[in-house]
């Protein structure tokens, strides 16, 4: 039986997930550059740099709560239930991925002179994303974009081996824990873990969270914060914490 709290997660993504038709303007990767040419500080702008710097003291929770492309995974891995397939060095395509977006935002800024106006609604001026047969389509390419890797390579591959946001997320937590700055973190009491599992599977990041109780370290670049393993415990061994 799913806990309140992942109730409350998965219901979000799932809203999300339906109301992306209208929204995926607002999360556009490439309106924050195409805005940045032209002087204009689109939504996205502001929703982008807020997602890396909320990270420094929340670190990746984004991706558990608030992030469309993981509702549609969250979906594809109910219909599908495919193990992630483990493909060596292929995750370094996000890290890839990431440094060209941040740069051509940059370098987008630069040639368009830096920004003189904000446009919150930026190339959407009905407010909805899909307002049009080519919007729509947009709509259905956007969606494939996490499915098929879930598809070829299971559970949450996309995050896994594509995504360039989750990366931004994991740089400025990383800077956050040098910083040390207090964050919104995962803890483990090792004492009272009976090694049953239960935390490993029910993980939607395929992350050997047993293995990382036992050695009572539970800090993992990969990890979204979703609490998932502690509400699947029986023994209530992981829960939030909050400090250095």
Known sequence: ??????????????????????????????????????????????????????????????????????????????????????????????????????????????????????????????????????????YYFLIAIPLLPAVLLGRRAFCHYLCPFGVINMATARLGRRLRLPQLRLEANTAACTQCQRCTRACPMSLPVTEMVQRGDMTNHECILCATCADECPHDVIRYEWGR
């Open 1 to 138: 039986m799913l806990s309140t709290r992942q109730r409350v997660r998965r219901g979000l993504l799932l809203v999300l997930f339906l109301a992306f038709p209208i929204l995926y303007n607002y999360y556009s990767p490439y309106l924050i550059m195409q805005g940045s040419a032209e002087g204009v500080a689109t939504f996205s702008f502001f929703l982008w740099t807020g997602w890396a710097l909320t990270a420094l003291l929340i670190g990746r929770i984004a991706c558990a709560y608030i992030c469309p492309l993981g509702a549609a995974q969250m979906v594809a891995d109910k219909v599908l239930g495919r193990p992630l397939t483990r493909v060596r060095y292929l995750a370094l395509l996000k890290y890839l991925l990431a440094a060209a977006w941040v740069a051509g935002i940059v370098l987008a800024a630069l040639a368009g002179g830096g920004y003189r106006t904000v446009n919150l609604l930026y190339m959407t001026e009905s407010g909805v994303s899909a307002d049009s047969l080519r919007g729509l389509a947009m």
